[in-house]
């Protein structure tokens, strides 16, 4: 099975500021890589796709990056709705494995 | 609006048998794969199972392979979660996810959750 590790597992920020989330695969996926965010009791929501596509209605703020073993999530200027934890899954093979998640809340 | 409900959940006893379902709407249900996944209290997601379009293909994960069927009816536009031999470990959410391939899953249901206790 793919292992995915993320990094860090918690971070502190301020509104504003630019975050940026490590996922790494224990073996090359390619590009199939997606990040999801989810916010207390709710649904996690897709985000990225194939490692850097923004699935559509999410704001441009988010971006993603990488290919093979290593990838990132960036937000370029976090804003309050953003504060929620971060995973990364990845759909190269089964059983697709996600990360462990990345909770960001406030400073 | 592509929209996904899932229903279901509830107390079972350990060793207990529950269906999950989640009904689909706004896109054209049997040419897309369908996965379940889980969410521990308090915990990260764990894919459980996926299904292809045609229901032809099944793929488990190896923590519930044996105990969980996963299989759809597109005459319905419902995927269906069969969980049998439920253990304390079991308790989570449930969210059923479209797959879209190269797309990755999206939407989600908004989750059931299922709680295994005496």
């Known amino acids: 099975d793919i292992q995915m590790t993320q990094s860090p597992s918690s971070l502190s920020a301020s509104v504003g500021d630019r975050v940026t989330i490590t996922c790494r695969a224990s073996?090359?996926?390619?590009?199939?890589l997606a990040w999801f965010q989810q916010k207390p009791g709710k649904a996690p929501k897709s985000l990225i796709y194939a490692a850097s596509s923004l699935q559509s209605g999410v704001p441009s703020k988010f971006s993603g990056n990488g290919s093979g073993t290593d990838f990132t999530l960036t937000v370029s200027s976090l804003q309050p709705e953003d504060f929620a934890t971060y995973y990364c899954q990845q759909y190269d093979s089964f059983p697709f494995t996600f990360g462990p998640g990345t909770k960001v809340d406030i400073k | 609006e592509v929209q996904l409900l899932d229903s279901g959940g509830g107390l079972v006893q350990p060793g207990g048998s529950l269906r999950l379902s989640c009904a689909a709407s706004g896109f054209t249900f049997s040419i897309y794969a369908m996965s379940w996944v889980r969410q521990a209290p308090g915990k990260g997601l764990e894919w459980v199972a996926a299904?292809?379009?045609?229901?032809?293909?099944?793929y488990y994960a190896d923590s519930v392979k044996g105990r969980f069927t996963i299989s759809r009816d597109n005459s319905k536009n419902t995927l269906y979660l069969q969980m049998s031999s439920l253990r304390a470990e079991d308790t989570a959410v449930y969210y059923c996810?479209?797959?879209?391939?190269?797309?990755?899953?999206?939407?989600w249901g908004q989750g059931t959750l299922v709680t295994v206790s005496s």
């Open positions: 996810a479209k797959d879209g391939a190269y797309l990755g899953f999206d939407p």
């Open positions: 299904i292809s379009g045609t229901g032809g293909s099944t």
């Open positions: 073996q090359g996926i390619g590009n199939y």
